[in-house]
């Protein structure tokens, strides 16, 4: 599969996540989660993928959960 980012001038051949990190500020109503994602003979790319929402009991399953969504709305 193919997927495309707005930062990079190639597309990404079957990228799989290697790592996630969220981010988020106390109080904030949302938390922005990106990825390192490895695609195109083991290159590593850094790419944003969304705010998820931030509830009181978000953790790693949830942003991988949501990362893996959000992955999705990058295929061409």
């Known amino acids: 599969m193919k997927y495309k980012f707005e930062n990079f ?19 904030s109503d949302t938390v922005k989660v990106t990825a390192t994602l490895n ?3 083991n290159k590593l790319f850094g790419v944003y993928l969304g705010e ?14 949501f990362a893996l969504q959000q992955l999705e709305k990058f295929k061409v």
């Not at 079957?14 to 981010?23: G, H, L, Q, T």
């Not at 509830?55 to 959960?65: A, H, I, K, L, R």
């Open 9 to 27: 001038n190639v597309e990404l051949l079957d990228p799989k996540i290697e790592a996630v990190k969220p981010s988020y500020i106390l109080g």
């Open 39 to 41: 695609a195109n003979e």
């Open 52 to 65: 998820m929402k931030n509830t009181e009991n978000w953790g790693d399953s949830e942003v991988m959960d």
